[in-house]
């Protein structure tokens, strides 16, 4: 699986972006999607997963309310919406494949891309 994520850029604070990442395959449908960030000099954060068909989906709390992941398994993209940012969301985010482990854990298979880059200026 080979993943792309765009849509990142320059935003003041309280503004909004909206991230896409792409997947190549026809087996987008069959794997959990996440969205994750890192911040400079931060270790890696997961920011929001979604179940196979979009019926489930998980934040962290740090975004819980402002962000709203979804996917459209038809064109095998995955969508982040970001509203309301924050400076402390400056981060280059990543999209990845995987699974809900034991606990509805994610379980990231690593394929990662490249990332796009989100800066919130205050």
């Known amino acids: 699986v080979q993943l792309q994520a765009s849509g990142g850029g320059l935003v003041q604070a309280g503004g909004s972006l909206r991230l896409s990442c792409a997947a190549s395959g026809s087996t987008f449908s069959k794997y959990v999607m996440g969205w994750y960030r890192r911040a400079p000099g931060k270790q890696r954060e997961l920011v929001a997963t979604?179940?196979?068909?979009?019926?489930?989906?998980t934040y962290a709390d740090s975004v819980q309310g402002r962000f709203t992941i979804s996917r459209d398994n038809a064109k095998n993209t995955v969508y982040l919406q970001m509203n309301s940012l924050k400076p402390e969301d400056t981060a280059v985010y990543y999209c990845d494949v995987g699974h809900y482990g034991p606990g509805n854990r994610f379980v990231s298979y690593d394929y990662w891309g490249q990332g796009t880059l989100v800066t919130v200026s205050s």
């Open positions: 979604i179940s196979y068909g979009g019926g489930a989906t």
